[in-house]
């Protein structure tokens, strides 16, 4: 499997989060589901920065379509990770969203992941275009002096 590279120049939104107990598998480290949930957290604060909600652009709720993950590191109860998301400006109907977690007190990443949006139609619940409205703001996000 090729490794997941996180793309530093379209990074648009840094969130830290931290390892709640709740969070601790029975291996004494952030478990596959805590993760997944950290993901979105960070993910719908990206986009709520953005001014719209994953529930909701232009009338048009998002769904995940796909989800890669990949682990580089432990994190453990209490690590403050710093969520990095990075949009690469979307064409057609999937918008690709790269997320890294970083180990905010040694600068490790603990895990790299891509999630593949879909925005819907609310009537017909088929796949449509991105939003215009969201790709001119994930453009305008990584506009110089914007981060």
Excluded at 5 to 17: K, M, S, Y
Excluded at 35 to 46: D, G, I, N, P, S
Excluded at 119 to 132: E, F, N, Q, T, Y
Aim: with cysteine; proline share 7%.
């Amino acid at each position: 499997m090729q490794r997941l590279a996180f793309p530093e120049a379209e990074c648009i939104h840094r969130q830290p989060l931290t390892v709640r107990l709740g969070d601790i598998n029975y291996g004494r480290h952030l478990g596959h589901d805590a993760l997944v949930t950290l993901l979105h957290e960070a993910r719908a604060r990206a986009i709520a920065a953005l001014g719209f909600s994953e529930s909701d652009v232009a009338g048009s709720p998002s769904v995940v379509a796909e989800l890669t993950v990949q682990y580089r590191a432990e994190a453990h109860w209490g690590d403050v990770l710093v969520a990095e998301t990075a949009m690469p400006t979307p064409t057609g109907k999937g918008m690709p969203v790269y997320q890294r977690l970083v180990r905010e007190a040694d600068a490790r990443t603990v895990a790299v992941a891509c999630v593949t949006l879909l925005w819907l139609d609310p009537a017909s619940h088929r796949p449509i275009a991105v939003p215009p409205v969201l790709v001119q703001a994930v453009q305008r996000s990584r506009a110089p002096g914007s981060d």
